[in-house]
């Protein structure tokens, strides 16, 4: 389980980094733990989630409706 900080997330996944605190603190990405003062991501579940939040934001689900998919909340 491979482990890596926001800045990795925005790069790899070509995202903007208020995109990350906003699922981050909404539910659909969640961090794994802290590594001095970075959040620190397991790269195979951001990775497993942002294809799933890509594929149902393309058929029109609104992020409300992804994150009771992803989290069942």
Do not use: C, W
Request: proline share 3%; no cysteine; net charge positive.
């Amino acid at each position: 389980m491979k482990k890596i900080s926001a800045q990795d997330v925005v790069k790899k996944f070509n995202i903007k980094y208020h995109t990350l605190n906003y699922y981050t603190v909404i539910g659909l990405l969640p961090f794994s733990g802290r590594s001095g003062n970075q959040r620190m991501y397991d790269e195979g579940e951001v990775r497993r989630r942002m294809v799933e939040i890509s594929r149902l934001s393309q058929e029109g689900y609104p992020l409300s409706l992804i994150r009771k998919k992803l989290v069942g909340i």
